[in-house]
C-alpha cells in the first residue's frame, strides 16, 4: 500500500512479556518517528530516525523501550517487561524529509493492552 | 516550557453548519509553527493545516481555516459546513521551543461529533 503500515494493529500481552510492534513506512521516506498515545490524551513523541540513525530517543519512557531501524527502512518498537502502564496506542510515521511535519503521514497505530 | 491547551473535551455541530474549536498555547521562541491533525475512528492522524507565526494571513486549507490571533497565543481551527465524516478527534500541536521540528507536542484533543 501506499500509505504508514503498522502491525499488529491490535495486541495483548501479559504483564511481563517482551512485545514488538512493526512499522513499514512510506517507500523512500527519511524519516521515521514514533508516538504514544494513552487513551483520552494527545500523542507523545518517543523517538525519532533519520534513516537508520536513531536521532533523539528522549521520549522513550524507560530503558524497557527500544527501538530500531537497520536499514533506514521497516522500524520496530520492542518493549521488554511490559507493564500495565504500556498499555496505550503507538503511533508510527514518516516522512520525506527531516523536517517539516506538514509532511509527516502517520499509520493507523498499534494498539497494546497489557493485562 | 512548551504547552499546548485544548479546553474542550468535546464539542456537538449541526451538519452544514460551522465549528470552531479552540487551541492556546505558550511558547517562548519567536518564530513557531502550529499544526492541527484530525485523528478518525480508524486512529491514523491526517494533516489538517498549518501556521506560521510570521504567516501574515490566517492559514485555509478547503473547509478549514485557522483563527490564528498571535497576541492572545491561540489558533483556533474552523471548520465550516460541517460534513458527518469530520465527526473525530481534533489536536492542535506544535514542535518544542528551540528545537528541530522534526517532533510535536500535541494538546489533549477535542472530540467533535456532527450531527445530521
Known amino acids: 500500500g501506499a500509505g504508514v503500515s503498522q502491525s499488529p494493529r491490535y495486541k495483548v500481552a501479559k504483564r511481563g512479556q517482551d512485545v514488538a510492534l512493526r512499522c513499514d513506512p512510506i517507500?523512500?521516506?527519511?524519516?521515521l518517528f514514533w508516538y504514544q498515545q494513552a487513551l483520552g490524551q494527545g500523542p507523545e513523541f518517543l523517538t525519532y530516525?533519520?534513516?537508520?540513525?536513531?536521532?533523539?530517543k528522549s521520549g522513550l519512557p524507560s530503558d524497557r523501550f527500544f527501538a530500531e531501524r537497520p536499514e533506514g527502512s521497516v522500524s520496530t518498537l520492542k518493549i521488554q517487561r511490559t507493564q500495565q502502564e504500556d498499555s496505550a496506542v503507538y503511533l508510527c510515521?514518516?516522512?520525506?524529509?527531516?523536517?517539516?511535519?506538514?509532511?509527516?503521514?502517520f499509520g493507523q497505530g498499534t494498539r497494546l493492552t497489557v493485562v | 516550557a512548551q504547552k499546548i491547551t485544548q479546553t474542550q473535551p468535546g464539542m456537538f455541530v449541526q451538519e452544514k453548519e460551522a465549528v470552531t474549536l479552540d487551541c492556546t498555547y505558550d511558547t517562548s521562541d519567536p518564530s513557531y509553527g502550529l499544526f492541527w491533525y484530525k485523528q478518525p475512528s480508524s486512529g491514523e492522524m491526517i494533516f489538517l493545516i498549518y501556521q506560521g507565526s510570521y504567516d501574515q494571513q490566517n492559514a485555509t486549507e478547503g473547509r478549514y481555516s485557522l483563527n490564528f490571533q498571535k497576541a492572545r497565543k491561540s489558533a483556533n481551527l474552523v471548520i465550516s459546513a460541517s460534513q458527518l465524516g469530520d465527526s473525530a478527534m481534533y489536536f492542535c500541536?506544535?514542535?518544542?521551543?528551540?528545537?528541530?521540528?522534526?517532533?510535536?507536542?500535541f494538546g489533549s484533543g477535542t472530540r467533535l461529533l456532527v450531527r445530521p
Open positions: 517507500s523512500g521516506h527519511v524519516s
Open positions: 500541536a506544535m514542535p518544542p521551543p528551540r528545537d528541530s521540528s522534526y517532533k510535536l507536542i
Open positions: 510515521a514518516s516522512s520525506l524529509g527531516r523536517v517539516a511535519n506538514t509532511e509527516a503521514f
Open positions: 530516525f533519520q534513516n537508520e540513525a536513531q536521532l533523539d
